[in-house]
T-cell receptor, first 111, second 112 residues
Framework: GDSVTQMEGPVTLSEEAFLTINCTYT??????LFWYVQYPGEGLQLLLK?????DKGSNKGFEATYRKETTSFHLEKGSVQVSDSAVYFC??????????FGAGTILRVKS | EAGVVQSPRYKIIEKKQPVAFWCNPI?????LYWYRQNLGQGPELLIR????????DSQLPKDRFSAERLKGVDSTLKIQPAELGDSAVYLC??????????FGQGTRLTVV
């Protein structure tokens, strides 16, 4: 069945460091890919998405490129801030409206 | 535009008691999801509705869990009887045609 694998956390970085959170997927067909973020005490919210191969999703300085050849959708940010501390979830949507999540990666940014 | 509304936000019950969660999706969204999120894990799908039809309930423990979506709008998720292992955050999400899924704040259930 469809699945998403994310790098384990927590990831701890200093402010202004470069961030990469790896995400790979297994799916039938051509899924849409998402990154959701969960800030402390808040609900899940969409960070960015890509709907087809080679698309790049971007938002708030975060980027991720849909790589069909490596079945990956890695999240990157050039310079993280303390306010980026949160849990990040990679997800895919395949046949119909099925929506499958990875286990999540905790990001902690120190000032 | 109002988002997905869930209630209650928190619930503490004793094991073997029943509990119900309510979800009001975004107006016009035909797809509704219920997820369970255990501490430190990603959301796991319990059931997905397309309008009033449950199209994916393969992960719903049907011996104790039930769900309904009357008139294809609001939905309730029930557990009866609750077990200690049911302690988790229960998330509701809705999705419209060609949109991403929007999540509610969740209901944190503690079974003691």
């Amino acid at each position: 069945g469809d699945s998403v694998t994310q790098m384990e956390g927590p990831v701890t970085l200093s402010e202004e460091a470069f961030l990469t959170i790896n995400c790979t997927y297994t799916a039938t067909g051509y899924p849409s890919l998402f990154w959701y973020v969960q800030y402390p005490g808040e609900g899940l919210q969409l960070l960015l998405k890509a709907t087809k191969a080679d698309d790049k999703g971007s938002n708030k300085g975060f980027e991720a490129t849909y790589r069909k050849e490596t079945t990956s959708f890695h999240l990157e940010k050039g310079s993280v801030q303390v306010s980026d501390s949160a849990v990040y979830f990679c997800a895919l949507s395949s046949y119909g409206n099925k929506l499958v999540f990875g286990a999540g990666t905790i990001l902690r940014v120190k000032s | 535009e109002a988002g997905v509304v869930q209630s209650p936000r928190y619930k503490i019950i004793e094991k073997k008691q029943p509990v119900a969660f309510w979800c009001n999706p975004i107006s016009g969204h035909n797809t509704l999801y219920w997820y369970r999120q255990n501490l430190g894990q990603g959301p796991e799908l319990l059931i997905r509705y397309e309008n009033e039809e449950a199209v994916d309930d393969s992960q719903l423990p049907k011996d104790r869990f039930s769900a309904e979506r009357l008139k294809g709008v609001d939905s309730t998720l029930k557990i009866q009887p609750a077990e200690l292992g049911d302690s988790a955050v229960y998330l509701c999400a809705s999705r419209g045609r060609d949109t991403e899924a929007f999540f509610g704040q969740g209901t944190r259930l503690t079974v003691v």
